[in-house]
């Protein structure tokens, strides 16, 4: 993973906040899984929030699909949507986008370079993409796919690039398992 560079080296508490469009549907599903994964580590300790980039779906819980998604793999999570905020770059040590846009979106509101480098796409975690650059040609393939308006096995999809992403990640995180 030479392209991530992350300087939580000695943090006992880690924040890490996942961002899609609408805080319903993939951002909420990353933190539900991320969110059970840390529950059985011992350090640091990982605490996981999501929001959105826009405030279409503020105040509402995650879309029906998604929640389906996770309890079906065993996952439990409580989630209402919020929109992202500048108050992100304070409060978060990693904030992790599920696509190019939303990316884009965060990196522009960020107030200074020190606090962009916080911001990442989810799968640049994914041991399989790691290699790949996000501003580069193929960072499209580090998109997490929008579900909304599709059927489960398209959230069933999202919830498999969500879990090895978030093994990646954990895998750079975790002192003792």
């Not at 890490?16 to 300790?45: D, F, T, W, Y």
């Not at 995650?62 to 389906?68: C, N, P, T």
């Not at 949507?81 to 990693?94: G, N, P, V």
């Not at 916080?118 to 041991?127: E, G, S």
Request: proline share 4%.
């Amino acid at each position: 993973m030479a392209l991530i560079k992350l300087d939580l080296a000695g943090k006992s508490e880690i924040a890490v906040e996942m961002v899609c469009l609408g805080n319903i549907c993939r951002s909420p599903m990353a933190a539900a899984v991320l969110h059970n994964k840390v529950m059985k580590i011992q350090a640091p300790r990982i605490v996981v929030s999501s929001s959105g980039t826009s405030d279409y779906h503020v105040g509402e819980g995650a879309h029906k699909l998604s929640i389906a998604t996770w309890q079906v793999e065993g996952y439990s999570y409580d989630h209402t949507a919020r929109q992202f905020s500048r108050r992100s770059f304070e409060d978060q040590d990693l904030i992790l986008c599920m696509d190019l846009t939303n990316r884009a979106m965060v990196l522009n509101a960020a107030p200074n370079e020190s606090t962009k480098s916080k911001v990442f796409l989810l799968r640049q975690f994914d041991p399989e993409l790691s290699q790949i650059d996000p501003t580069s040609r193929e960072a499209s393939e580090l998109v997490v796919p929008d579900p909304w308006g599709e059927g489960m096995d398209s959230f069933a999809n999202v919830l498999a690039m969500i879990e090895r992403a978030t093994d990646g990640l954990l895998s750079r995180l975790v002192i003792n398992k």
